[in-house]
């Protein structure tokens, strides 16, 4: 199981993709760091089942989520 921290980067446009190759439900932490189109800005936890996967693209110091397959945010 992965449990990870993601802090916030002063650079625009870099841009994460992290998928799950196992069935765990792995989560990332980033205290009010997502932009996710709701108010659950601080936790993303997978599916616990492989290909569950999460694009992220920074934006004025925040991580815009691009994509989202099976992750739920709180």
Known sequence: VAVLTLALTA???????????????????????????????????????????LILQSFNSKWLVMSNNEVVFS
């Open 11 to 53: 650079v625009n446009g870099v841009v994460l993709k992290i998928t799950s190759s196992t069935a765990n439900a792995h989560t990332i932490t980033a205290t009010g760091l997502f932009m996710c189109g709701t108010a659950a800005v601080n936790l993303a936890t997978f599916a616990a089942q492989a290909g569950a996967s």
